[in-house]
């Protein structure tokens, strides 16, 4: 139990968790997710309007590949860009984040447009949590291109 | 607003998130982020036992991936295995996880057995929360080989 | 053939293969086979209660992934856990490794639970012989937890 | 020399290139190679601020990584979102490709931020060849996020 | 505008580009990109003979993920293997690295083996360009084996 | 031989081990061990001229993933290629790759170009092999290139 103590001990609420420098690099943007994400949007799409067998398979094979490429992207966000001191702006922040990742685990298993358009709308959430915290100036090298 | 809306309608208590059908399996077992967890905690006994500079080059190179494949595999069961009913027994689970994530990346960046030790600690609450709510009968095929 | 005497005498029998330190870190566990062969299973049992085509192709593209990672962690079992001074033990090794990889390639192309089936057994062979040679005292950081 | 005979007519003025149908899905942003571009000069950025051995092994393997990725992503554009009928508007395009390529190579090798601070003005350069070419409008779901 | 001058600078004709060491390793042969894409010529030969419909899923996820090394091989070659001086013995170097990538998606989306057969013909093209330039004796350790 | 006996009665005397299907596709060439092998050599050759610690880092980095390659690249030939009835001609076929394997791991740990070329010796052994067994007009969908 002395493990788990420890464990206890390092996560309860009085324990400072130290800012750790940033390698890779500090440069996070919500775009990479939100790209990824369009592929999926787009996938759907052109699935929908073309109904032959080969075509089909490599669309569900690819949508499978860029959807995963969304989780990494928005865990890579959950976990090394968001730190506990943007908990207080971002409340639901680890519930829009797993929200979000359940919702890519839909869109894998759907071939319905809906369900990447509110994926979007998710990582749109996301986008808005990045600004309130400072992303734009803090994490690229000079702001979000137009 | 009409997209930021329709999130949090989604995200609104009385949404019934529906149960999806797991794709690929619905096997998941934290020993998956255990086992390369522990490679880290050798390559850092290992490191500090030698001092040649290009032993120490890889030793960092090789922690480093496998510390992403802790988070890899960490992350997988946050999204695809735990599941709203589990909250009740796992209160703490978000934070459990994301803890443990920021761990990996103090583990990437440090070269003390302590942190590595740590972490092994956070993936056995971890493995106990997955016990907790039927991991082994419900994911594994024939429950955990002893 | 200067080149290929220099590697007979590698491999004559009184040539000393030299114990080389491991790196990355000496954490070995068939476990890592196991569990990807374990959804290999699971998913050829979805497959067959899921006629959807859609569903059926993402099943088939996965399983296909995950029985590579299956090969991946057999090979480096066989690579780099089990030393010459394990051939006695594990008299059968190679062709125990050989057959079980050549099992996997018959997974990829196969949706018969049989075929995953004997996957697992060929697994758990190579699992006992793990354990004959000293495997979890010698690989895990505290043996494989219950 | 048939099959040469095949690729010169191929490749012949004249040649109608058939407008192929895109799959993934006709996503292409310059954002992801800028993004990874923009990494790997924080990373040099602050590999000359910390003189520590481990932190800069990092440094170097990571900035190798994210390096990686922006060929990839520059190689996707290329490939995939500039056809033929955007040479006339882009005319110097294979060469901004290759030298931005071969940029790449040079940041991979140096620890020098005007290096990647040139990586940088040549990515905006396809950028803006991406711009004149429709590229927001055509590739984005809904443009460029602000 | 400053970013962009300095590109056009660097672009500019008496610009010397400065040989830079090649890291990896300087070792670059095209058969790299042909044995996949005979991979995906041979697969397509199978998908024609075999109307297993779990088969043919195989065959085309298959085939896209060789066909995705075909052009990563091949964007080696032509970022890190072909230099300024070879422009003069490969007057249309860029053009058939633009357009063998082109047939790379073609083979991706295509079930014909007269695509294959035509991305085979451009590879060959791009190994005479390779020859010509001196590829075998300055990349190969030993030269191409026979 | 208990372990053996169990894996034959497990495979059941009376089960013909069926020849599979090749897929992907049946094309397998030493070379792609090769020369990734011949990445490795000649990093090793660049390390031992460069004595800046950037350069040696990127260099220890670079070849632990081509080594990494050349393993995959063995492995696929002795799961895919070599089959059953070849051991008859080459009897040795399990340890010739076993201590190929074993040998790539040592040119991982070393920056000594005796331990690569040692490493090329073995694969030229196996390309031996390969040819005594028909593997180029078999393979190859016309043949090696001279």
Not at 25 to 53: F, T
Request: glycine share 4%; charged share 30%.
């Amino acid at each position: 139990m002395n493990a788990a103590n420890a464990v206890l001990r390092f996560l309860s609420p009085n324990t400072v968790v130290r800012a750790h420098c940033d390698l890779p690099c500090g440069v996070y943007d919500p775009e990479q997710a939100r790209i990824e994400a369009e592929s999926c949007y787009k996938i759907i799409e052109k699935y929908a309007a073309n109904e032959d067998v080969a075509y089909r398979t490599r669309a569900i094979a690819i949508k499978e590949d860029r959807a995963e490429l969304v989780k990494h992207h928005l865990d890579v966000l959950w976990h090394d860009y968001f730190k506990p001191e943007h908990l207080e702006k971002v409340p639901n922040l680890h519930d829009l984040f797993w929200q979000a990742n359940k919702q890519v685990s839909k869109v894998k298993a759907s071939t319905s447009l809906d369900d990447a358009r509110q994926l979007l709308s998710m990582i749109d959430q996301i986008d808005a949590a990045w600004k309130a915290t400072g992303g734009p100036e803090k994490t690229r090298v000079a702001g979000r291109p137009g």
